[in-house]
T-cell receptor
Framework: TQLLEQSPQFLSIQEGENLTVYCNSS?????LQWYRQEPGEGPVLLVT?????EVKKLKRLTFQFGDARKDSSLHITAAQPGDTGLYLC????????FGTGTRLQVFP | GAGVSQSPSNKVTEKGKDVELRCDPI?????LYWYRQRLGQGLEFLIY????????KSGLPSDRFSAERTGESVSTLTIQRTQQEDSAVYLC????????????FGSGTRLTVV
């Protein structure tokens, strides 16, 4: 069974702080995606990383795919209240295997 | 339509009754997925349709769960003899092409079994 563990599970921070969310697996994935989900909505794709060691930036968000394509991280710089939500990593096989999720709360 | 549409958005049913959940994918998206999300948790894969291939049913938790899809259009997820542990949000997603494409999710159906 392929499992994706995310850490931390919960994160409460003040506006302006930096944070990193980790996504780890014992399995190798062809690609990995990060999604953000807000209450009452489905997850929305943030980024897809494909190559081991790849780094992608999306404004204040930086995503990295591990060299062995088993793990990934999401770093947010100067968090804003609008970043609040559930962050999910997902490994790609023929279907997405979702991580356990990290619930982020950013206080003004 | 522009997005993935799911109906109903909310469903309350009595234990033991059958329910049908509907998903309208984005036109032209060949792959369709059903996931279940329990309160405060991640997404649990249920079933996957890809074109005319046999569906991947490996995530269905019991034989009370079934799903159908006609061609590349609407899908229905049916839960028979609902139990309280079936209470969750059921999310549908469609994908345009290969596995590197992002999934587009609907807003889900919140099922409550009382």
């Amino acid at each position: 069974t392929q499992l994706l563990e995310q850490s931390p599970q919960f994160l409460s921070i003040q506006e302006g702080e930096n944070l990193t969310v980790y996504c780890n697996s014992s399995s190798v994935f062809s690609s990995l995606q990060w999604y953000r989900q807000e209450p009452g909505e489905g997850p929305v794709l943030l980024v897809t990383v494909v190559t081991g060691g790849e780094v992608k930036k999306l404004k204040r968000l930086t995503f990295q795919f591990g060299d062995a394509r088993k793990d990934s991280s999401l770093h947010i710089t100067a968090a804003q209240p609008g970043d609040t939500g559930l962050y999910l990593c997902a490994g790609n096989t023929d279907k997405l295997i979702f991580g356990t999720g990290t619930r982020l709360q950013v206080f003004p | 339509g522009a997005g993935v549409s799911q109906s109903p958005s909310n469903k309350v049913t009595e234990k033991g009754k059958d329910v049908e959940l509907r998903c309208d994918p984005i036109s032209g998206h060949t792959a369709l997925y059903w996931y279940r999300q329990r309160l405060g948790q991640g997404l649990e894969f249920l079933i996957y349709f890809q074109g005319n291939s046999a569906p991947d049913k490996s995530g269905l938790p019991s034989d009370r769960f079934s799903a159908e899809r006609t061609g590349e259009s609407v899908s229905t997820l049916t839960i028979q003899r609902t139990q309280q542990e079936d209470s969750a949000v059921y999310l549908c997603a469609s994908r345009k092409g290969g596995v590197s494409y992002g999934y587009t999710f609907g807003s889900g159906t919140r099922l409550t079994v009382v």
